[in-house]
């Protein structure tokens, strides 16, 4: 059964810090490139960033360039998406995603919500 679990999302104030994680079990985890979405309330979902499978490379939204870091554990099967000075703005629910694309295989998480707030 493929699950993929995200946690870590909170309350936090403006120019804070919160880290995600995102559990991934019943599909060979490597051979997928990783992906963090958001969606705010009335607006569609979009691209934070992505992970190469092997780690080697990330690629974010220019939203989240300089702000925002995403790593992977191939090992644990879990990659985190790392904020930064965070912005009332990057209030969300995110969602972990899972994509292989040469195998048509596309996989969400359940979503986190982030809320930045004073």
């Known amino acids: 059964q493929v699950q993929l679990v995200e946690s870590g999302g909170g309350l936090v104030q403006p120019g804070g810090s919160l880290r995600l994680s995102c559990a991934a079990s019943?599909?060979?985890?490597?051979?997928?490139?990783m992906k963090w979405y958001r969606q705010a309330p009335g607006k569609e979902r979009e691209l934070v960033g992505h992970?190469?499978?092997?780690?080697?490379?990330?690629n974010y939204a220019d939203s989240a360039k300089g702000r925002f870091t995403i790593s992977r554990d191939n090992v644990k099967r879990t990659v985190d998406l790392q904020m930064n000075s965070l912005k009332p703005e990057d209030t969300a629910v995110y969602y972990c995603?899972?994509?292989?694309?040469?195998?048509?295989?596309?996989?969400w998480g359940q979503g986190t919500q982030v809320t930045v707030s004073s």
């Open positions: 995603n899972a994509q292989n694309f040469a195998w048509g295989r596309d996989y």
């Open positions: 019943g599909f060979s985890f490597s051979d997928y490139v």
């Open positions: 992970i190469s499978s092997i780690g080697v490379r990330a």
